[in-house]
């Protein structure tokens, strides 16, 4: 007759932690936000997109506006086959040629404000550096 007994004593020992798994989990999710933020890209004060790359694909840069750090280095990764240059219309920057599928950098200028740059091969593609 020992049987019943035990399969009854697990079974309370198992209620209990799932119990205790919930309050667990009831405990974490009041402070936290309910997105997970770990892949995500850094968000500014003001809520612009922070990065430290731009991508370019289909003759577009992307982000188009990318907010950057004063003086931080940005990694140009070109993920089309044929080459791209990021050049800034005011000269302040250019990563030169960017032979399809590789990756430059260029140094954003230290001085806050918005820098127009475009591709040198394609002129009309065009994006905007925001540092701040
Ligand atoms: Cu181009």
Not at 55 to 76: W, Y
Not at 83 to 100: K, N, R, V, Y
């Amino acid at each position: 007759m020992r049987e019943p007994v035990r399969g009854v004593r697990s079974g309370a020992v198992v209620t209990v932690m799932a119990a205790a798994l919930l309050l667990a989990a009831c405990g974490g999710g009041s402070s936290g936000s309910s997105a997970p933020t770990t892949s995500s890209p850094s968000r500014s004060a003001a809520g612009a997109t922070t990065t430290q790359t731009v991508t370019i694909s289909n003759f577009m840069f992307e982000p188009m506006a990318a907010s950057v750090a004063p003086g931080s280095t940005v990694t140009v990764a070109n993920k089309d086959s044929v080459t791209h240059t990021l050049t800034a219309t005011g000269g302040q920057f250019d990563t030169g040629d960017i032979p399809g599928g590789q990756t430059k950098t260029f140094t954003a200028p230290m001085k806050a404000g918005t820098y127009h740059y475009i591709c040198n091969i394609h002129q009309y593609m065009m994006g905007t550096i925001v540092v701040r």
